[in-house]
């Protein structure tokens, strides 16, 4: 039993009734605002976080792959940096900038060369044609050459949002209308000027409507390459013919209205990169040339990547081609292709949805429980030390009980192990909020890969549990309690053994409701300064007994 200053019996454990009152009424206070504080302080600290993140000045970049090119041997893009002030929305500022990646990893080439853009419009495109990139916009019109960037008087693309394409050396676009204005641009002076002309169409009266027309010059010549779709809505066919010849020749047959599709030019031949992807199914890409023989179509197998490939855009520089894409912002793909199949691919993951920095922001205030309880272990400590009896006896010299400020702080080191079987099946976790793709990407394999990590942790952590208690039954220690020097006994003083230590250490499940507020309150409270899982072994913990 307790030993110590003589007490009433309505006072076991205590120094005096008035102690007693004090000390209890106190813990319930102290309980009472540890558990609010434990849900209200990490909620607050996320909000201040977040709003701290959210009111500053932000930057956002987006670069718009459909716009791309390739250009001696890597990829350019043009980037548009949105600089926001949440704080004074008005001082926010856009600027635009050319970026250039390597095309064997798709990492920077070079920093983000700046472009005298105006920043109302929106991304330009870019047309590589020889030793200039011009820089198509819908208000300007400039090109980059030798490191430098001139833009030209005059107005921007005529075709509004028409991708321009190369004709005769100089940038050409061609206006959708009934007919369609062909427009090349003229750079005289440092002058914009585009000259159009009508392209008469001659569409077959039962080809069907015309959904969308591209160009593209092959072999010295300019062919026109049209969508056309029949009454029925899900099909569609794709038609080509040579601006300076009669009759259009089929292309793509049976093509999905959903399909996608851009014109290039293979060899002296007009080509398309059709991409179709229908109820939610893997996209499926194929090339479609236009030969002597007709029409040939290569199906392109891309391999997973549910997403990656619903934005694209096919590259061409000589005989070269590439398609790029972009699944979630930031990540992108780039896929090589040669003699009608992928013969490399490369990918890079940005940052979206959450940036670097999100992990530490959704941690920090994970801790604070943690840190609180440390705290409120600290408290009822000096409190218990003022109120409480500290000593054990049943036969021979008493033994002091180990402080409620010890057993948390062994509790805290023989928790890493336990934690740390979860540290795969996290890592996953925040894989797959920091990369969505790759989620989706791997498809229904994810949900079971991941309850089996699971599975596996809950069986690390049983592992451990019965490590700790076979120890804790022979000697009363675990690695926490050997370091803060304390130890778990029988209310007999001896070792309590391997079952009851397991009993003991199973219960710790409920003592740690509401990290460990349970626990923590029936030590403080209990005459012997036991938790629930004490009471269920007939167990104490205690002091060491320091060498004589």
């Not at 079952?499 to 250490?505: D, Q, V, Y």
Request: proline content about 7%; glycine content about 10%; charged content about 20%.
């Amino acid at each position: 039993m307790a030993t110590g200053a003589p007490v009433p019996d309505s006072t076991p454990g205590y120094r005096s009734e008035a102690s007693k009152r004090r000390f209890t009424i106190l813990a319930g206070v102290l309980g009472a605002v540890f558990f609010l504080a434990q849900f209200i302080l990490p909620m607050v600290a996320m909000v201040l976080m977040m709003g701290s993140r959210a009111l500053g000045r932000r930057e956002f970049t987006i670069a718009e792959v459909d716009k791309a090119a390739l250009w001696h041997g890597e990829v350019w893009l043009v980037a548009q940096t949105a600089k926001v002030d949440f704080r004074d929305v008005e001082r926010s500022t856009s600027t635009f900038g050319l970026q250039r990646l390597r095309l064997n990893d798709l990492t920077a080439a070079g920093p983000t060369l700046p472009l005298d853009v105006a920043a109302s419009e929106s991304s330009p495109s870019l047309v590589p044609i020889g030793d200039r990139l011009w820089v198509i916009g819908t208000e300007s019109v400039g090109y980059y050459e030798r490191g430098t960037f001139s833009r030209l008087t005059g107005k921007g693309n005529p075709g509004g949002p028409s991708r321009p394409f190369p004709f005769g050396g100089q940038p050409a676009v061609l206006a959708p209308g009934s007919p369609p204005i062909l427009s090349v641009l003229n750079a005289l002076g440092g002058r914009a000027q585009w000259e159009g002309r009508a392209v008469p169409l001659d569409l077959p009266a039962d080809a069907g409507a015309l959904r969308a027309l591209q160009a593209v010059e092959a072999g010295g010549r300019l062919h026109l390459v049209a969508q056309l779709c029949t009454e029925e809505p899900s099909r569609c066919e794709i038609r080509h013919r040579a601006l300076d010849a009669p009759g259009w020749l089929p292309l793509a047959a049976n093509v999905c209205s959903c399909a996608t599709w851009r014109a290039i030019a293979s060899g002296t031949s007009p080509a398309v990169v059709v991409v179709e992807r229908e109820r939610e199914q893997p996209a499926r890409i194929a090339i479609v040339t236009a030969d002597a023989n007709g029409a040939r179509r290569e199906p392109l197998d891309v391999g997973p990547g549910r997403l990656a490939w619903n934005r694209w855009s096919a590259l061409v520089e000589g005989p070269r081609l590439v398609l790029l894409s972009e699944g979630m912002p930031g990540n992108l793909r780039a896929a090589e292709v040669a003699g009608g199949r992928i013969v490399r691919s490369v990918r890079t993951t940005g940052s979206f949805p959450f940036g670097p920095s999100m992990l530490v922001m959704m941690t920090i205030p994970q801790l604070l429980p943690i840190v609180l309880s440390l705290v409120f272990a600290g408290v009822l400590t000096i409190e218990m030390r003022r109120h409480r009896i500290g000593a054990y006896e049943v036969t021979g010299p008493p033994r002091a009980f180990a402080s409620l400020w010890q057993r948390a702080l062994a509790q805290l080191v023989d928790l890493v192990p336990f934690m740390a079987g979860f540290a795969v099946p996290i890592s996953l976790m925040w894989r797959m909020f920091s990369d969505p793709e790759s989620l989706v990407d791997s498809g229904s394999a994810f949900p079971f890969r991941f309850i089996g990590l699971m599975l596996a942790a809950l069986i690390w952590v049983l592992v451990v549990l019965v490590v700790y208690s076979y120890f804790e039954g022979r000697s009363g220690k675990t690695p926490g309690k050997w370091l803060v020097g304390i130890r778990v006994l029988g209310t007999d003083l001896q070792p309590c053994g391997f079952g009851r230590a397991l009993l003991r250490n199973l219960l710790t499940f409920v003592d740690g409701f509401f990290n460990f507020l349970v626990g923590a309150l029936m030590v403080a409270l209990t005459e012997n300064w036991q938790r629930l899982g004490d009471l269920a072994a007939r167990t104490i913990v205690v002091v060491d007994e320091k060498p004589a």
